[in-house]
């Protein structure tokens, strides 16, 4: 089964082109899973596989129903059918890490309109009536019968505490270099003798 299409367009997304999708949404998959903060939506990427995975599928039932249909091909049908499948999983995967984060960190998102451009319209939409949900849940079980100056979900407490949760970006990630680079020194480190680090 070959997903392969030239055509699609990653320049706003910054993901090599010259990969065929499925290997392109693994990686977008483990950036997701391994990223602190929710990343851009890859909306052309999903949808495309999407209609490859309907067409494809359109095919598959087409030939398991047509009679002249060989053994040799049946077996082949089977492994497009799993390799669809792997591709299916892929996707689902991939949108339960952003609804996780979505959900994990809505309050957040729905004020902060930068983050708000990095989801789907359907993933804001959900951001928008689980905060509302959640908020209704919190008044109909505990806050309704407290005093109103404690009914505010978005407080920031004298220390510092926010009540919002927010991604933690100083959480240490792997970095995996595809090409050679240089040496790269973060902005609070020094380099010494012999190639030694040290904090600055």
Same mark, same amino acid.
């Given at each position: 089964m070959d997903f392969s299409d030239p055509t699609l367009d990653d320049h706003q997304f910054a993901i090599d082109s010259d990969e065929n999708p499925i290997a392109r949404l693994i990686r977008?998959? @483990? /950036? &997701?899973r391994h990223a602190p903060e929710l990343l851009v939506f890859q909306a052309v990427l999903? /949808? /495309? @596989?999407? *209609?490859k995975l309907? &067409? *494809?599928g359109l095919v598959v039932s087409a030939l398991q129903s047509d009679e002249s249909t060989t053994e040799e091909e049946h077996l082949r049908i089977t492994l497009v059918k799993t390799d669809m499948e792997r591709a299916k999983f892929l996707i689902r995967s991939y949108m339960r890490v952003r609804i996780h984060k979505i959900e994990k960190y809505a309050a957040h998102i729905l004020q902060t309109p930068e983050d708000q451009q990095k989801l789907s319209n359907a993933e804001l939409l959900h951001a928008q009536r689980y905060q509302q949900m959640l908020a209704n849940h919190f008044h109909a079980t505990v806050l309704d019968a407290l005093p109103d100056s404690t009914h505010a979900l978005d407080q920031t407490f004298p220390d510092g505490t926010s009540m919002i949760t927010r991604p933690d970006k100083d959480h240490p990630v792997f970095v995996h270099a595809r090409v050679p680079c240089h040496d790269v020194l973060l902005p609070e480190y020094v380099l010494l003798a012999n190639n030694r680090v040290a904090e600055a």
């Open positions: 977008a998959w @483990l /950036d &997701e999903i /949808d /495309d @596989l999407m *209609q309907h &067409e *494809q």
